[in-house]
């Protein structure tokens, strides 16, 4: 049975390669990121069809899932890789803007919020459903990056991962998340890495188990599986992709 799958943040490396994975493993996927030529150009490199929406916007989202359910049929898979530090940097707590503080929980916390209430009922309602949320491992300790806001809208994610799970478990709709380790996977994450300089990488890796970076692709084979009929009785996990972090 090919299901429907939508994918967010596909502009970022780890949305792409999930976006990829689920295509090349017979689902149909949408991807969806900000409107723009950054979306148009990843959607043309993976081949798949996209419909814009700036995902921390209600009534963005409402408009999109409507557009998908009338060209593509409603989902039974979601996964939610949008989100990132919104360009910001780590700084003192008394440099923390209003503004700043609601732009990452927008995009890393609301976006998710609005996408279940668009989608989960439907898979309710059908008795069968993936829901994926890409955390971090800031979402289970503080963040590498220093941003306050980022490892609070993270934390937060893990609970409504599992608050989710609790209400649409019963369903047949699994709900789970995956926490990422360190990936250079976007302009943000290299600059993070550059910043750290020799010692630091070396550091960072020498933490590391396996004592490598992750890849785009390590965290897409999580997904693939979670997203799988095989993962059916798994839900409210938390996995940590990250080679093992000491």
Request: proline share 5%; charged share 15%.
């Amino acid at each position: 049975m090919t299901r429907t799958a939508l994918v967010t943040g596909v502009v970022g490396g780890i949305g792409a390669a999930i976006a990829r994975r689920l295509a090349d493993g017979g689902a149909s996927v949408v991807v969806t990121d900000l409107p723009g030529p950054a979306l148009e150009d990843a959607a043309d490199r993976l081949g798949l069809p996209a419909v814009a929406a700036d995902l921390g916007v209600k009534d963005q989202v409402s408009a999109m899932a409507d557009r998908i359910r009338a060209d593509h049929g409603a989902p039974g898979i979601l996964v939610s890789a949008a989100g990132g530090v919104r360009g910001q940097v780590g700084g003192p707590l008394d440099q923390v803007t209003e503004e700043g503080w609601r732009a990452i929980f927008s995009a890393n916390l609301d976006s998710v919020l609005f996408l279940a209430q668009a989608f989960a009922p439907g898979m309710r309602d059908a008795g069968w459903g993936r829901i994926v949320t890409i955390s971090s491992g800031a979402g289970l300790r503080p963040s590498l990056t220093g941003i306050q806001a980022y490892t609070a809208a993270k934390h937060a994610l893990v609970g409504l991962t599992k608050q989710l799970s609790l209400e649409f478990g019963p369903h047949g709709v699994t709900v789970n998340s995956i926490a990422p380790g360190f990936v250079r996977s976007n302009p943000a994450t290299e600059r993070q890495w550059e910043a750290m300089g020799p010692d630091g990488q070396a550091a960072l890796l020498a933490r590391i188990h396996t004592r490598r970076l992750g890849s785009p692709e390590d965290i897409a084979a999580a997904a693939a599986f979670l997203t799988s009929e095989e993962a059916g009785w798994i839900s409210a996990q938390i996995l940590s992709v990250d080679g093992g972090v000491a």
